[in-house]
């Protein structure tokens, strides 16, 4: 079977842009930080943050990007209350719910999102059997969202707390 020649030329510059198009996407190094009071355990870029000091909340560590504009901190706080997502929800968010974009609450966790001031601000918080709460906030520019969304991805997904 003889392939045309005009296919065959159409499908190696095909596979050139495509290649090309990978090698520019810079490779994220990725480290996992663990708070052992707590067992909490996430995933983040350490290629983008590096480690400025103490979170605002819990116990932990905040991380910024070299420019300033981007904003991580992951921390871990006991649940004296016995809280659920739900209720820590409403005794702890500091905005109008209809300011929300994005809301997911179960029985295990939340995750909220918003737009405000040209900036993204989202947050996650596991909540464990053994009584602590494992969360993170991400605060990155509005305009670099599409670039963020895998980040933010991967980020929420490796919350975890060390249970066993």
Request: hydrophobic share 35%; proline share 5%; net charge positive.
């Amino acid at each position: 079977m003889r392939v045309p020649f005009r296919i065959l030329l159409i499908t190696i510059v095909a596979l050139l842009i495509a290649s090309s198009a990978q090698a520019q996407r810079p490779v994220l190094e990725w480290k996992t930080f663990v708070v052992p009071e707590y067992g909490t355990r996430i995933d983040y870029p350490a290629g983008i943050f590096v480690p400025a000091g103490d979170p605002e909340k819990g116990v932990g560590q905040r991380f910024y990007r070299s420019d300033g504009r981007a904003v991580l901190s992951i921390y871990s706080r006991n649940n004296e209350q016995g809280d659920t997502p739900a209720s820590y929800l409403r005794k702890n968010l500091r905005v109008e719910r209809s300011g929300i974009e994005y809301q997911r609450v179960t029985r295990g966790f939340f995750a909220i999102s918003m737009e405000r001031e040209d900036q993204i601000y989202y947050s996650r918080c596991n909540f464990s059997r053994r009584g602590a709460i494992h969360c993170f906030d991400l605060v990155y520019p509005k305009e670099e969202e599409r670039a963020w969304d895998a980040v933010v991805t991967r980020i929420s997904l490796s919350l975890r707390p060390l249970e066993g």
